[in-house]
């Protein structure tokens, strides 16, 4: 007697049955914030050490061991997960969104045949998906590193929110509701980058352990190429990260904002790091004159940077 196929293995036309889009979209969501609860410390010493030297300050932490170390020290175990709650609601509406375009695009752009997108294509699908994202998740992006942020601040200059919630509510009603996606350029652009070098860097990883003849098609060789992939897109996203990590931190400062935008902020950093012209001459030349008769600090910088009574943003010293 033949045996009788099982109701719930397929559907009337034989095909297998799947779970309907709105159940995987909804995985695809907690799963990442499962993965939240794990590398949240992480994400907090990112952020501290990207405001870490910011304002021409001396950097507060040589290296992530350090800052770890640090932020354990004064703030304690319940500190390393400040924010916790603006990275579960991140990758609530970041991830959910996310996956959800590139899972609509993917089946629509899909052939007849079953075809799948080529690489250029996919590569494509996966920064609009991303990018997407990205901007819809802005508002938990800014809350998260402004609650992250808080703990290296003076205790009267710390925001204090209480949760993800109550940030929004107070930077919406404080500051404005268009704040609440300042610096959703950068956190877009980083999100192609992203998106980008991993398809890229994953593929081109993957087939070269395979061609190494040391590694088969299996999970240990997906490992590698995953690790080697998330080394290259760091490198790659970590300038556009740190663009928007100070960006959505910064202060109205005379009720002008820091940064105009991610381009001033990269110039800003250029020129802190970088040293004085005259400094760069084998011949020691004169200080360029000043708008400020008297004012002068240790590193002789020009009156733009350098005012009465005020810090020095090269050198930290207060000009006389």
């Given at each position: ?17 799947t ?8 995985f695809?969501?907690l ?12 994400d ?29 020290r ?78 290296r601040?003076?205790p ?14 107070r ?25 980008a ?30 690790m ?20 959505q ?62 810090p020095c ?8």
């Open positions: 007697m033949a045996a009788t196929a099982s109701p719930g293995a397929g559907g009337m036309d034989g095909k297998p049955r779970s309907p889009k709105s159940v995987k979209f909804l695809g969501g799963a990442g914030m499962g993965a939240t609860v794990f590398v949240q410390p992480l907090l010493v990112k952020n501290r050490m990207q405001l870490s030297g910011e304002g021409a300050k001396t950097r507060e932490y040589k290296t992530s061991f350090h800052a770890l170390t640090s932020i354990l004064a703030e304690g175990l319940r500190g390393i997960y400040t924010g916790l709650s603006a990275g579960l609601l991140r990758q609530a509406t970041y991830t959910t969104t996310r996956l959800g375009i590139y899972t609509v695009l993917f089946e629509r752009l899909t052939g007849a045949d079953g075809t799948p997108p080529g690489f250029l294509l996919k590569a494509l699908i996966g920064m609009t998906a991303g990018a997407t994202g990205a901007f819809v998740g802005t508002p938990a992006e800014v809350a998260l590193i402004r609650m992250t942020a808080d703990g601040l003076p009267d200059q710390r925001r204090g929110y209480k949760n993800v919630f109550n940030a929004l509510i930077i919406a009603r404080e500051e404005g509701v268009p704040t609440l996606w300042r610096g959703c350029i950068p956190t877009m652009a980083r999100a192609v980058v992203v998106n070098a991993q398809l890229a860097s994953y593929s081109q990883s993957k087939q070269f352990l395979l061609d190494s003849g040391y590694f088969s098609d299996n999970i240990l060789c997906h490992f590698c190429a995953s080697i992939s998330g080394l290259v897109t760091t490198a790659a996203s970590m300038p556009v990260d740190i663009a928007k990590t100070r960006i931190n910064m202060r109205m400062i005379d009720g002008k904002p820091e940064y105009k935008n991610g381009l001033n902020h990269q110039r800003n950093l250029h020129g802190r790091i970088s040293k004085p012209r005259h400094l760069l001459s084998l011949k020691p030349s004169p200080p360029r004159p000043r708008n400020f008769p008297g004012t002068s600090c240790l590193c002789l910088a020009d009156a733009e940077t350098c005012r009465p009574g005020s943003r090269l050198c930290s010293e207060k000009a006389i």
